[in-house]
Every structure is written in C-alpha cells, then in structure tokens.
C-alpha cells in the first residue's frame, strides 16, 4: 500500500474525483502536482485552493514553459517529426517533460507513489508510464481509470457530490481538449463520427477563413543553429516567440488541422488540431533547410523526422535511441543559421524569403542566362553515368526480345 503519492492534477473532474479516491482507498497522502507547460491562467486558477481543499497535503504548480519549448519542442521540429504527415505532436511532445518533473516532484516529497489520470483507451497511459518506467521504475504507479468501478464522468460527479466536493467542470462540456502552449486538441462530441465536418465552435485558437484578414501578414524569424532566437528583429525565448506566434497565426487562420490517425493502444481516433505558432515555426524550418542543406542530408533528415516522431507519439522519449537521433538532428540543424520571412494569409504560412551565411544556393549556378562556371556539355557524360544501370539492363534483354 502506498504511503505518499503525487498525483499529476488538472483541478478537473478527472483529477479531483482520483485525488478523493486515493485517500479513500489507500488512506493515504496526496501531494498534488501541476506543470504549467501554457495551459494558460484560465486552467491554473485556484487549482491549488482546490486540491487543498479536496484533501491534498501540499500542490506544487511549475512552470516549465521555456523548457518545454526550447528542450522538448524546437529539438523535436528541427528533427523534422510529423506524426502520420500531418500531426505536429502537440499533446504527445508535452508528457515527457510533465512525467519528468512529476518524478522530481515525487522524489523531493519522498513518495512512493505516482498517480496519472489517463483513461485505458488513450496514448497517454502509455507515455506517462514509459516515462516512468525510464526514469524512476522504482515508484508505484496508479492509473485509478484501470482500477476503479466508476464507468463515466456522471459517475464521477455523483462521487464528489457525495463527499461534498466541489468542481469546476461542467456536465454540458461539448468536446476533451488539452492544450499547452504549441497546440490545442478537441476530441469527443460531434467530431467522433468522422462524416461531421469540425463545428465552427470547436475551434478556439485559430480563426475562420472568412474572418481573417484580407491582407496578409509577413513575419521573420532569424534562426542560429536551426533554434528561432528572435521574431521581427525582436530576440526572445522560446516560449514568448511561440506565444506571439500563436497570435499573430491564429488570427490568419494557419495552424487547423482535421485528422484521424492511429493511436498506439491500436484504435483510431479523430481529433482538430491548432497550432499556429508551432506551424509557422516549422515552416521557417524547412525553408531554411532548403537553402542550406545538401540534397543527401536533406533525405536523411527526413526519414530521420519519421523515426523521430513515432517515438515522441509512443512515449519513448527517454530512450537512447531517441538521444542518437536527435544528436544527428542536432548536427544536421548546426548549419541551419539565417532569417526568413513566412507570409501568413487565409489559412497558409508559407515561406516567402530566406538568407543564410550557409546558403548552399548559388546565382552563378542556378541561372538560365550565359554563365561562365557551368559547362552544359558536362552533363552528357554525368548523364551517361547516371543512367549506366538503366542502358546495361536494357541491353540484356535485346538478345531475349529478339529471339521470342
């Protein structure tokens, strides 16, 4: 039976109904914690009064927004990771460093125990107990929604109700979302029968089409080995550069994205994501790629981002594979150092200009008119040599051709 355990609390319904559980069943301590990953202050006010008041002996709230985004975030997009070429991982990128700091957290309190809310069906359960497993394999974990006897939300509301607790949630809430400061995610209601098109009111950080400006609006980032340092001439850290982004989109409408893609318990879900910010910075990235990197290097990163992005959606972020490959992002993005300028209008960001002291481009090259530095007719031998496999096979069959 645990002694002390940290529970990864939200002040929802979920979390508070497991808070009174865990006293209830293990007659236990609950040190609550909450990680500030830029849920935003509407999510954060008084969680703590009301952990306390529910019956937590302490709740630590962290801030861990500028290392979210600049340890776990920049790292993963310069890696190139796209789940199921869409999905920037948005939810999934932001429980390692949650599960991390809910270790340190239970450390300090020297608990034995750790307690998520993630429900049997999700991707959660398993990143937040792989993290575990890689990082404290010593601590009992506790997923109350494999336990317990409730069988939904009503029955969770009833139970509080019946301890006299109280909580924010609402009865009438229309979809699941979770959001930190690269995206927000809706799930449930109207989007799960996937011949809905998305309700105009799911969406909450990006406008409409038809709301959005008609002019468009051109931003710069300026990037030093492929990590955005400063928005419109302006240096900042990571987290203020994505949340002036996320602005600064939404309001074009970039960032919506509708998709049903393959969870790792092996069902398939829908869900609507918003990331304005995160795509306008993922879009400068790859138009500074195309400056600077080889063709070869370009590929390789490339396969390398869908390696990369499976082990962020299942969880294997502490892993040494996933430190291998994204040592070799690392070195591959060392040359990614320069501006570029992304347009954002009706719903697009796209790269519009781009400069860099490691430019590989070059207008003696690339140009149609008279050059001096490229003879055209080397490229007949380089031709031949290229297509060598392609002639001898065809040679060796002549003779079969000829003789049917």
Sequence with gaps: M??????????????????????????????????????????LEGVEQRALAA???ACHILDLRREFIEDFVFPTMMAGAVYEGR?????????????????????AAGADAVCHGCTGKGNDQVRFESAFAALAPDLEVIAPWRLWNFKGRSDLRAYLESRGVKTASSATKAYSRDRNLLHISHEGGALED??????????????????????????????????????????????ELVSHLNSAA???????????????VGMKSRGLYETPGGTVVFEAMRGLEELVLDRATRRYRDELGLHVAHLVYEGRWFTPLREALMSAATSIAHALTGEVVVRLHKGHATTVQRRSPNSLYS?????????????????????????????????????????A
């Design 2 to 43: 645990p002694r002390k355990v940290v529970l990864a609390y939200s002040g929802g319904l979920d979390t508070s109904a497991i808070l009174v559980w865990l006293k209830d069943t293990y007659d236990c301590e609950v040190v609550c914690y909450c990680g500030d990953v830029g849920q935003g202050d509407e999510e």
């Design 55 to 57: 019956g937590a002996s």
């Design 87 to 107: 999905y920037l991982l948005g939810t999934s990128i932001a429980r390692p460093i949650l599960a991390r700091a809910q270790v340190e957290v239970a450390r």
């Design 194 to 239: 996937p011949w809905n098109p998305p309700p105009e009111d799911a969406w909450v950080l990006t406008r409409a089409i038809s709301e959005t400006p008609d002019a468009p609006l051109d931003v710069t980032l300026e990037f030093e080995n492929g990590r955005p340092v400063s928005l419109d001439g302006r240096a900042m850290p990571g987290h």
């Design 250 to 264: 939404g309001q074009h409408g970039v960032g919506r994205i509708d998709l049903i893609e393959n969870r790792v």
């Design 363 to 403: 207008d003696a090259f690339a140009t149609f008119e008279k050059d001096a530095v490229y003879d055209q007719r080397h490229a007949e031998g380089f031709i031949r040599l290229f297509s060598l496999p392609d002639r001898i096979r065809a040679s060796a069959a002549q003779p079969a051709a000829a003789n």
